[in-house]
Nanobody
Framework: QVQLVESGGGSVQPGGSLRLSCAASGTPVIFSIYRMAWYRQVPGKQRELVARITSDGTNYAESVRGRFTISRDDAKNMVYLQMNSLPPEDTAVYYC?????????????WGQGTQVTVSS
């Protein structure tokens, strides 16, 4: 069973940057086959996809496209989210997600989340 641990969250002023990291361990299969993603959630709202990276490439939520960059280092079992030009609306708990398989064989794992607060 894969375990995910996020880090890098914190407080930043509007317009600032943060880099989130997600470390994966205990992967039963090679890490590179996992579809990795970052989600975020604010109180009272559903968790939303921020960015995803797979063997086919990357995709982003419209609200973060051009400001956020997702990347991965399969040799280190790591995924990153570089966040630039942060406005207060990006304040949320950010979660790392690892997914593999399809249909009835789909398997998804979440990290514990890391708080990002954008405030002056």
């Amino acid at each position: 069973q894969v375990q995910l641990v996020e880090s890098g969250g914190g407080s930043v002023q509007p317009g600032g940057s943060l880099r989130l990291s997600c470390a994966a361990s205990g992967t039963p299969v090679i890490f590179s086959i996992y579809r990795m993603a970052w989600y975020r959630q604010v109180p009272g709202k559903q968790r939303e996809l921020v960015a995803r990276i797979t063997s086919d490439g990357t995709n982003y939520a419209e609200s973060v496209r051009g400001r956020f960059t997702i990347s991965r280092d399969d040799a280190k079992n790591m995924v990153y989210l570089q966040m630039n030009s942060l406005p207060p609306e990006d304040t949320a708990v950010y979660y790392c997600n690892a997914g593999r398989g399809y249909g009835s064989g789909y398997d998804s794992t979440w990290g514990q989340g890391t708080q990002v607060t954008v405030s002056s």
